[in-house]
Structure formats: C-alpha cells, structure tokens
C-alpha cells in the first residue's frame, strides 16, 4: 500500500529572517545586512546579526516542528554561507550548516524543501550590479548547482527563488527593501534576470539530477507572491487599473513561466515608459522550463481604483478600503479570494502541482507571563484560509500542500522584529520558543486531515 500522504503539511522560513550567526564560519555579507545596517531603512534599527539564532538552535527548532506533526519543512540556503561572496568553490563550513539540518529533518520524519533564494544576495554581487546586471542569473545558477552537489542526495523539493516580484519591485523599484534603489528601469531588469536565473538554475538541478540517476521524485519550481486585483467600479478606469496591478504582479511572471511569454500589454507598456524587459534570443526558452510545483505565497488581496498617473507616467492603482478585518500588516484579511485565485490559476495556468509555500498573519500579540500567547486571531485566519484552500482543491485544484509562515516569528525585514508572524512566540531576550494557539490549533488541525484521510 503507498501511505504517502496525498496532502503535505508544513511551515516554513528563511534564512536571513532566523539564522543570525551573519559573520560565522565564512559568511559574507548580504544585501539584507547592508540595507538593514542603514540608518532609516528598518524599523527601529533592527537587523538579522541574532535574529532567532536559529544558527545555534536548530536542533531544538526542529524538535519543535516534530511535536506539530508537520510532514515537510520550507527553509531558504544563504547563499552568502555557501558561496561567499557569490562566486568560487563552495565553502565547507557554510554548507556544513545545511547538510545537519537535513540530517537532522530527516531523522525526525521531516522533508527538507529548499528555497535557494529567499532575498540575501552576496553584497559583492550587488556591487557588481546586482539583479539588474544580466551576469547574476549565470551567478545563480553557479551556486544552484553546488548546493544540489552538496544536498542532491537527500532532498528532492526545489525551490529556485522566492517572490521574485518582491526582490525587483521593493528592492529595485520602490526601495523598501534590500538593496533600496528606486530606479524602474534597474527593477525591470531585474525581474527579466530573476526568472533567467530561475531557468537557469533548474536546468542545472535537472541535469545534475540526470546524471545521477535521481530524476525520480525530483520537483524543481519556484515561488511566487500572488494577489488578486478586483477594480472598485465597472468604469473602464478601475477595470484598466485592476488589470494593469494583475499584470504587474501576477502575469509578468506567471506568463513567461507557464506559457513562454511576456504579457504583451505590460510589456509594451513598461517598454514605452522607458523600462524594457531585457529579453536576449533564446531566454524565453530557459525562463519556461518545466515548472513542477508552483508555490503560492497569500497574504491578502486588493479592491483597487485607477488614480492620475504618477510623475514617471506609470499606472498608480491605489487600494479602496474594505469593512473587513486586518492584520498587523494593515493587509486585509479576505480568504475567499484565495479560492477564486486558487480556481483562477488551475483554470487559466494548468499544469503544475500547486502548493500554497507561505500563508499567515502578523497580530499584535500579548503573552502572559509563561510568554503564551492565547492568538485566537492568528487562529482563525489560519483556519479561514485552510479551508479557502481545501475548498479550491474540493473543486479541482490540484493543490497539493499547505505551508503556514511562519514557524516563529522572526525578522520581518523592513518591520524588524515589530510585525510577529509566528505560530511559536520567541522572546527575544531570551530566545525562549513558546507555542501560541494557533501552534496547536495547527498541529490539531493536521492530525485531524491526516486521520480523515487514512479513514
Ligand atoms: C513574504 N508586500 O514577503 C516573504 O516571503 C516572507 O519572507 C515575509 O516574512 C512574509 O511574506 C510576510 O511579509 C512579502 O509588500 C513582503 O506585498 C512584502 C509584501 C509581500 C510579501
């Protein structure tokens, strides 16, 4: 009898939001530690240098993801400990990190899922021109491959990037985050060499995997941040604003990915307004590799009306106000969306095995005194978008597992350690690791869908 289970269970991370430990064993500098040591940049000064020591605690953390009863965990690699300063040998002390912890996932019943790059690009990279500069796909691909050396042998699940909309529209458009340019034509680049380095990166998975024979099991794929977009009247205006936020964050990646192509409308228009993709002979083809897993990162969605064009011509849809629940974040808390998403992508993007790889909320907690914290908040919007999600796959999605972000709270990059989106607490005095709620309303949760299933 096969007993894999149809549906996985997990929670995931990344590395410069947990590890700490930026200047151990041979790590360089990343652009998060850069940005972050930049006066103004994060909320209250924060940065990454402790942030969960998860460096130094791995083991008790994933003790922690045991006793949930997950069945597979999302951690991001450090490119910066594994290839210091994004070029050269692979370096044994940083890998070293990595190969224990999926030693020590395996023992415990738990499979490793890496994501390669969830956002800390080795500063010398950036000094070299960062995403924008066509040279940083051929970069990521390079350690692609001497991480799959390193770990090829015991993990099978790949993520190429993390939210590539994010690294170019808050890194290299807006600012907001690492490395903080606001240059559009710097950011458009940067999405074009993002999805390269994706292609890029799982050709090299995939033939390393040939050549070992290991192609069976394998799933190569990335993540990406999706939203949905509803115009706030039928005037032409909000349909042409709600269309042009879906293109931007949503086609411009799911279009080259799953179909070969640009969106022609945003293509066009970002090429008009002086910010080309820079497209070469032959890349399309590298971008549109087979796509295993498509990971869905869902935090909210958006009521949107069309606004006055902004200094440098592009569209600025601006979010209408709801009368409905928000975060932390201030993001809206609407699930129903993440079915009509979920419905959306199956229907228009068949293909892939979808996973929802992030799901959570940021709340303002309160512990007591033991540092519980009683987050019925967090609770139910864990719960509304769970069943959001099994709905879609009720309906034919094929949805194939649910991540919830986050294992603990951590390091939430431009909010520093204000914004909490863990389902354990962690006192950052102290590093104590306490279970919310919301914890043990997950691991119930996944006990209760696993025993469905096996009845
Ligand atoms: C994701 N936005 O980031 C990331 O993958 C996580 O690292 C992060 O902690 C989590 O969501 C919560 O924020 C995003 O401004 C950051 O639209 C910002 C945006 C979206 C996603």
């Known amino acids: 009898m096969d007993n894999k289970p149809t549906f996985l269970w997990g929670v995931a991370t990344s590395s410069y939001q947990i590890e700490g430990a ?33 460096y130094h605690r791995m083991p008790e953390d994933v003790a922690l993801m ?37 030693d020590e996932l395996l023992a415990n019943d738990i499979t490793p899922w890496v994501t390669l790059y969830h956002w800390d690009l080795p500063q010398e990279l950036e000094d070299a021109g960062g995403w924008p500069n066509r040279d940083t796909a051929y970069r990521f691909a390079d350690y692609a491959g001497l991480t799959y050396d390193a770990l090829g042998d ?14 170019a529209m808050l890194g290299y458009v807006v600012g907001a985050h690492a490395p903080g340019r606001q240059d559009a034509r710097a950011g458009m680049r940067a999405v074009h060499h ?26 190569v794929g990335i993540t990406l941040n999706l939203g949905v977009a509803t115009p706030a009247s039928d005037s032409a205006e909000d349909k042409a604003a709600a269309r042009w ?35 070469q002979d032959g890349d399309l083809a590298v971008i549109a590799q087979p796509v295993d897993v498509l990971g869905i990162n869902y935090y909210s969605s958006r009521l949107v009306r069309s606004t006055p064009v902004g200094d440098n011509g592009w569209p600025t849809p601006e979010a209408v106000d709801r009368d409905v629940e928000r975060t932390a974040m ?96 962690v006192d950052y005095e102290t590093q104590q690791r306490t279970p919310k709620r919301s914890a043990r309303y997950y691991a119930d949760r996944i006990a209760a869908h696993k025993a469905n299933e096996a009845g």
């Not at 290839?83 to 370096?91: E, L, R, T, Y």
């Not at 293109?247 to 799911?254: A, I, K, M, Q």
């Open 66 to 102: 045991a006793e949930l009863g997950i069945d597979v965990y999302r951690f991001s690699i450090a490119w910066p400990r594994v290839q210091p300063g994004g070029s050269g040998p692979v370096n044994p002390a940083g890998i070293a990190f990595y190969d224990r912890l999926v």
């Open 22 to 54: 930026v200047a151990e064993d041979g790590r360089s500098p990343s652009i998060w530690d850069t940005f972050s040591a930049t006066p103004g940049t994060v909320l209250r000064g924060a940065t990454g240098a402790v942030a969960c020591d998860h």
């Open 330 to 425: 201030g993001w809206e808390v609407t699930p129903e969306a993440l079915t009509d998403l979920l419905l959306r992508l199956e229907r228009e993007y068949p293909g892939p095995d979808w996973y929802i790889t992030e799901n959570g909320a940021a709340y303002d907690d309160q512990p007591d005194a033991n540092g519980y914290v009683d987050d019925t908040d967090r609770t139910n919007y864990l719960r509304s978008h769970i069943d959001a999600a099994l709905a879609a796959r009720a309906q034919g999605v094929n949805l194939k597992g649910y991540f919830a972000w986050s294992l603990m709270d951590n390091f939430e990059w431009a909010f520093g350690y204000d914004r909490r989106f863990g389902i354990v607490r």
């Open 194 to 219: 993002l999805l390269l380095g994706h292609g890029l990166a799982s050709q090299v998975i995939r033939e390393k995997a040939a050549a070992q024979d290991r192609l069976d099991g394998l799933e």
């Open 154 to 167: 015991r993990v099978q699940q790949w993520t190429t990037m993390n939210e590539p909309w994010c690294s």
């Open 245 to 279: 936020e879906d293109g931007l964050s949503n086609r411009l990646y799911l279009d080259p990915l799953l179909r070969g192509e640009y969106p022609a409308d945003i293509a066009t228009k970002v090429a008009e307004l002086g910010s080309p993709l820079p497209v």
